[in-house]
């Protein structure tokens, strides 16, 4: 099985644009999870979905969007890029039924705003 | 508010056994984990804890100790693939994991 993938591997993207950081599994986790990861600052949580339909926030939401249309798919769109969103985005999901919650991360996008 | 310390960086010698803390203070506990994450890939899980005590799976080994808001992860008989940066990590009253910044660890021979 695939496990969890995302796309693009990585994107250079002008300041002020838009643009949807994809994220799909095939493990029929119902949780999802966006995190970027900066040098120094570790792993931080920007959205995340325990179902399909429902999302919420984490703790750096400001200016990044999310949809649960299904279990599978889990989208990230930056409305208007800034170059502080210059990052590595990963996406995780897991099984909240399963016990302790271990998340399985994606191989990462590396986006570079200017 | 959320607090997860970890050392930045820790060298080690090939062959050698390395301890790895890390310190929490979160609104409520509902598990840690460590994940090992090589340059340029994933996090990788490595263990859970969420009762006291030591969690033992092959060279690596997991302690937690919930009343002191505590935990080290112990990396046996060290090999030069196991150079990567370890990240510990909380679930407080929610689903979500609450990272620390992690530790770099360089082994040489």
């Known amino acids: 099985t695939a496990g969890i993938t995302q796309a693009p591997t990585s994107q250079i993207l002008a300041a002020g644009r838009s643009m949807t950081l994809r994220c799909t599994q095939d493990m029929r986790h119902n949780a999802m999870y966006w995190y970027r990861q900066d040098l120094g600052l570790g792993l931080r949580l920007i959205h995340y979905s325990n179902t399909a339909g429902t999302t919420g926030k984490g703790e750096v939401p400001d200016g990044y969007s999310v949809s649960r249309a299904n279990t599978d798919d889990f989208p990230l769109t930056l409305a208007s890029a800034v170059p502080s969103q210059t990052s590595v985005y990963f996406c995780?999901?897991?099984?909240?039924?399963?016990?302790?919650?271990?998340?399985?991360f994606g191989p990462g996008t590396r986006l570079t705003v200017l | 508010g959320q607090n997860i310390d970890q050392p930045t960086e820790m060298t080690a010698t090939e062959g050698a056994i390395v301890q790895i803390n890390c310190t929490y203070q979160?609104?409520?506990?509902?598990?840690l984990f460590w994940y090992q994450q090589h340059a340029g890939e994933a996090p990788t899980f490595l263990s859970y804890?969420?009762?006291?005590g030591l969690e033992e799976k092959g060279r690596f080994s997991s302690f937690l100790s919930r009343s002191k808001g505590y935990s080290y992860l112990l990396l046996k008989e060290l090999q030069m693939k196991d150079s990567a940066s370890y990240l510990c990590?909380?679930?407080?009253?929610?689903?979500?994991?609450?990272f620390g910044k992690g530790t770099s660890l360089l082994v040489t021979p």
């Open positions: 995780a999901s897991s099984d909240l039924a399963g016990g302790h919650n271990e998340q399985f």
């Open positions: 804890n969420v009762l006291d």
């Open positions: 990590a909380v679930i407080d009253s929610g689903y979500a994991l609450n």
């Open positions: 979160t609104s409520g506990f509902n598990g």
